[in-house]
């Protein structure tokens, strides 16, 4: 499967957009994990607005910019959203209301918890009605999603944008699912060749299982960092790729998926 | 715009729910039209009624399989077992080789339940128990992983979560995998169990009857929860031969559809018009015009505002033309696991010629303006269209026709 990428954005702790991005994995700029800032969506109304969490402000941030960056309509592309844990932050609160005999389950904090409400409140910020698919895949939700968004793209021939994120988990849950830092990356990919992308990504699927390919970059101290947000955040597993197209050239990259890999070959255009 | 698609195999398929484990139990439960719903009573939690499957309590896991082991995991593991699916998968693995079999799974919750009983365990320091296994019981991948790990098969997994359009939308996606070359064939389905945070959640907003569901009736009160399983095979029309005895069911797959409402989080577009769009994809892709249409299993969760926007919906592309109904009085509202369930009693429909008629209807809701069932009809059926809706305005329309 060939696509282009035609957009692409990154909002993580000390990766405030991607040019700042393109700079540390290009060795430029030194990482230093400073919380990013999660604006709240100026598209929703405010009542909606008020309701967004961290990681829906998290996700709409990436898909708006990714958009952006790729010069096209928000309410024209298909939608792949992917996630390792979704909202943890609502999940843990309603749990622990439930096992609270007093306590009640918000309305809102309960339709919050589905896994596609930052893809819902996306498509109501961007008037979308094109369609959306929301996948978790544990520690392998970067590859599998990208895998399935390529797919998409490829058969639908359509323009698909992808938003992976994580965030940190919170206690008690994260004694069983540690998950550190925010990241969130957008990808705009597109079964055409587009003027102005960075790369083009020829993708297969692998059924033998693989390790991620290791982040290596210019200066080992980032290198070491970098590497441990990947094996923290689910989300940050995109580095690898993110790294290859800042660095240019050819790479060929593997993203491991449970029992098997995708396969990513990055060419610059 | 949806790409026409080339009809994929549906070539064996089953479901597990409230009336009952596979194809031969839920056809006798349709034809006599008994409900699988009782007064809940689940977790101290009695509000309603809800729709419970027979014997999941109890159901083990294989002991290598045991870190899985959680209610939702239980039931999908049930339904590898009932009508022979589990056995015909295999035959397809030693044709396509384990590699090129892919898992598709929907879920909404998946083992949510397991963390609940966690944490109401936890320890005065908040120390959750030693023995909870997030990774294999309540993240959502663990549905896809545990159906690949019972199966033993090697190509891409992935659990979809879109609410109520969970496996309506597995459907799609598996359909990606194979169109795109990736897998030979996949394995889609779905499952949602009954736990605190469904049944309590749905309360908090005020959508549960305090009586069995009545979708269409003209004094719907709300949804009742119901829990269930569903597998099917999904191939490539030019796959493979297959022969032997049907494992469940068997359809084709002619077309899907997908939209989003952009609307809002918990309240359908009031006229329906994300839905529409999702109906007129599939048709689109489906390669069809309305009237090939002659069943359409409705989401219709007996909701006020979901029944009246879907009736709004079909009415505006289908008129009052097409039998529709809602099979939610029989299984409750499975959640993530309606599309693969009610894929299940589409294929029935079709092969069986017969539609079943909405439960529970005193008279429908005079202002529907669609041919709504509330009586079964025998007549032959070639297409059936299966709507699912879901929160956060995902909706998702598949169409079945017979099995090659």
Same mark, same amino acid.
């Given at each position: ?81 992917g996630s390792s844990n979704g ?5 843990? !609160? ?21 896994h ?6 996306? !498509? ?9 698919a929301c996948f978790g895949g544990y520690d392998w939700s970067w590859g599998f999603s990208?895998l399935q ?56 699927y692998?059924p ?14 980032? !290198? ?10 689910p ?21 491991a998926g449970d029992v098997g890999?995708v ?7 | ?60 896991l294989?002991?290598?399989l045991?870190a899985y082991?959680c209610?939702n995991n239980r039931l999908i593991d049930?339904a590898l ?5 589990a056995?015909?998968i ?8 384990a590699?090129?079999i892919g898992v598709v799974m929907g879920t909404s919750t998946s083992g ?23 990774e294999h019981t309540q993240d959502l991948f663990s549905l896809a992983r545990y159906v690949r790990a019972a199966l033993d098969l090697g190509g891409p997994a992935l659990c979809v979560s879109m609410?109520?359009?969970s496996s309506?939308r597995a459907f799609m996606d598996a359909?990606y995998l194979? @169109?795109?070359?990736l897998c030979?064939a996949v394995v889609v389905g779905g499952a949602d169990s ?19 569901? @009545? ?14 399983a569903g597998i099917v095979l999904l ?14 069911? @068997? ?23 994300? $839905? ?36 709004? $919906? ?22 993530g696991a309606?599309g693969v ?64």
């Amino acid at each position: 499967m060939r696509v282009w990428i035609s957009g692409l954005a990154v909002l993580a702790d000390g990766m405030a957009g991607w040019e700042p991005a393109r700079a540390i994995l290009r060795g430029e700029a030194a990482w230093q994990p400073t919380p990013c800032a999660l604006p709240p969506p100026a598209t929703l109304a405010p009542n909606e607005r008020r309701r967004t969490s961290p990681i829906v402000r998290l996700a709409m941030t990436v898909a708006g910019e990714a958009c952006a960056a790729a010069g096209c309509d928000p309410a024209k592309v298909h939608n792949v959203f992917g996630s390792s844990n979704g909202d943890g932050m609502v999940v843990n !609160t309603i749990l622990q209301a439930l096992a609270d005999p007093t306590a009640g389950v918000s309305p809102t904090q309960f339709h919050n918890s589905v896994h596609n409400a930052a893809a819902g409140y996306w !498509t109501i910020g961007s008037q979308s009605h094109q369609p959306v698919a929301c996948f978790g895949g544990y520690d392998w939700s970067w590859g599998f999603s990208l895998l399935q968004a390529a797919a998409e793209a490829v058969v639908e021939e359509k323009t698909v944008l992808l938003c992976v994120y994580d965030m940190t988990m919170p206690q008690p849950l994260a004694q069983k699912r540690p998950t550190q830092g925010t990241f969130g990356v957008g990808l705009v990919l597109s079964p055409h060749p587009v003027p102005h992308a960075p790369a083009v990504l020829d993708m297969e699927y692998g059924p033998e299982g693989a390790a991620d390919t290791a982040l290596t970059l210019p200066d080992a101290q980032t !290198t070491a960092a970098l590497r441990a947000l990947c094996h923290d955040n689910p989300a940050a597993r995109c580095l690898p790729l993110l790294a290859a197209i800042a660095q240019g050239g050819m790479h060929e990259i593997r993203v491991a998926g449970d029992v098997g890999h995708v396969a990513i070959k990055v060419t610059p255009c | 715009m949806t790409a026409a698609m080339t009809a994929l195999h549906v070539t064996a398929g089953t479901g597990i729910s409230a009336i009952g484990l596979g194809v031969a139990q839920t056809l006798a439960a349709l034809r006599d039209r008994r409900t699988g719903l009782e007064r809940c009573d689940f977790a101290g939690i009695t509000h309603g009624y809800a729709g419970s499957v027979a014997g999941v309590q109890t159901h083990a896991l294989p002991p290598a399989l045991a870190a899985y082991d959680c209610r939702n995991n239980r039931l999908i593991d049930m339904a590898l077992r009932t009508d022979g699916v589990a056995d015909a998968i295999m035959s397809a693995r030693a044709h396509y080789g384990a590699g090129r079999i892919g898992v598709v799974m929907g879920t909404s919750t998946s083992g949510v339940l397991a963390s609940e009983d966690a944490f109401c365990a936890m320890d005065a320091q908040g120390r959750l128990p030693a023995h909870f296994d997030y990774e294999h019981t309540q993240d959502l991948f663990s549905l896809a992983r545990y159906v690949r790990a019972a199966l033993d098969l090697g190509g891409p997994a992935l659990c979809v979560s879109m609410a109520c359009a969970s496996s309506s939308r597995a459907f799609m996606d598996a359909a990606y995998l194979i @169109r795109a070359g990736l897998c030979d064939a996949v394995v889609v389905g779905g499952a949602d169990s009954l736990c605190r945070m469904t049944l309590r959640g749905f309360a908090a907003l005020e959508l549960v009857s305090a009586q069995p569901c @009545r979708p269409c009736d003209a004094s719907r009160d709300g949804i009742s929860i119901g829990e269930a399983a569903g597998i099917v095979l999904l191939e490539r029309a030019d796959g493979r031969a297959v022969s032997g005895p049907p494992a469940g069911f @068997r359809a084709a797959v002619l077309g899907y559809g997908a939209s989003s409402d952009g609307h809002h989080m918990s309240t359908p577009h009031p006229h329906g018009a994300g $839905a529409v769009l999702a109906m007129q994809r599939a048709l689109q892709s489906a390669r069809l015009p309305v009237d090939a249409i002659d069943y359409i299993n409705l989401h219709g969760t007996g909701t006020r505002a979901n029944d009246a926007m879907e009736d709004k $919906a079909v009415g505006t592309l289908f008129g009052a033309q097409v039998p529709c109904s809602s099979t939610k009085g029989w299984t409750g509202h499975t959640l993530g696991a309606c599309g693969v369930l009610e894929a299940m009693i589409c294929a029935l429909a079709i092969e069986h010629g017969f539609m079943p008629g909405c439960l529970g209807v005193d008279e429908v809701d005079p202002a529907f303006r669609t041919d709504v069932l509330t009586g079964n009809v025998t007549r032959p059926v070639h297409h059936v269209m299966s709507n699912a809706f879901g929160f956060g305005g995902a909706n998702c329309s598949l169409i079945f026709g017979k099995a090659a």
